[in-house]
């Protein structure tokens, strides 16, 4: 009777493990694959965001560029020729896609271009201090992330007024600081500038999640905008 029990346990409980076995692997398979799908999602969502954040981004600067060479066109024909050229290649760098990394040097070349646009258009009556740094070492950061300090800078910048750029490496970061003196009798832009700026922080919560600083300092004559964003070798 021992051994009929024996023999008929024994194969029942290894049938049982077996079957124990193959259902957490099913089980953990499943999980697996579905953790896989929703990273995909996750980033297909983010992606999706990002397009629609740089997507709003456009219209503006699109506006800004027209009206510069526009006003050209009446007093110096080769001058506008030149703006529509380096407005091309600002219109070109932003088909990077936000999740690709450039190198730093790429970005301060397409800012410095909208620099010398914004100089066009501006008055006389704006003065630039300018300072950044060059040795970046070939970090790279993704695209288009300096330009709304900026843009928000010539956007509020009171007549006369100036404007003061600041971008350096500090270790593994990139800091950036943006000054730009504001009339003290006109209304203050609510959270430093409106859609541009909030877009900014947007992208930023997206691409380096807590890893970034964001930093915007309204104050009785001027307004101060401060980002740290780490600098990454690209993959």
Not at 12 to 35: D, E, G, N, P, T
Not at 75 to 97: C, H, N, P
Request: a negative charge; proline letters at 5%.
């Amino acid at each position: 009777l021992a051994d009929a029990v024996i023999i008929n346990i024994i194969p029942m409980l290894f049938i049982l493990i077996y079957y124990l076995f193959a259902r957490a692997s099913y089980f953990w398979q499943s999980l697996a694959q579905k953790q896989v799908q929703l990273g995909q999602l996750h980033k297909e969502q983010l992606q999706t965001e990002l397009k629609f954040l740089k997507a709003q981004y456009h219209p503006h600067f699109l506006f800004n560029a027209l009206n510069t060479v526009y006003f050209q066109m009446d007093e110096d024909v080769l001058a506008a020729k030149k703006t529509i050229e380096t407005f091309s290649g600002l219109l070109r760098y932003q088909l990077y896609d936000q999740l690709q990394m450039v190198p730093v040097a790429k970005e301060i070349q397409y800012l410095d271009d909208f620099i010398s646009l914004q100089k066009l258009r501006m008055s006389d009556r704006i003065s630039w201090d300018i300072e950044i740094g060059d040795q970046w070492n070939e970090k790279c950061i993704h695209p288009l992330l300096l330009l709304p300090l900026v843009e928000n800078a010539c956007k509020y910048v009171s007549r006369p007024g100036n404007i003061s750029i600041r971008i350096h490496p500090d270790n593994n970061l990139l800091i950036c600081r943006v000054v730009n003196s504001t009339d003290r009798y006109a209304k203050a832009p609510v959270n430093g500038g409106g859609i541009g700026l909030e877009n900014l922080n947007r992208r930023l919560e997206l691409l380096y999640p807590g890893e970034y600083l964001l930093k915007l300092d309204p104050q009785e004559d001027q307004f101060v905008a401060l980002m740290q964003i780490p600098l990454l070798l690209q993959q």
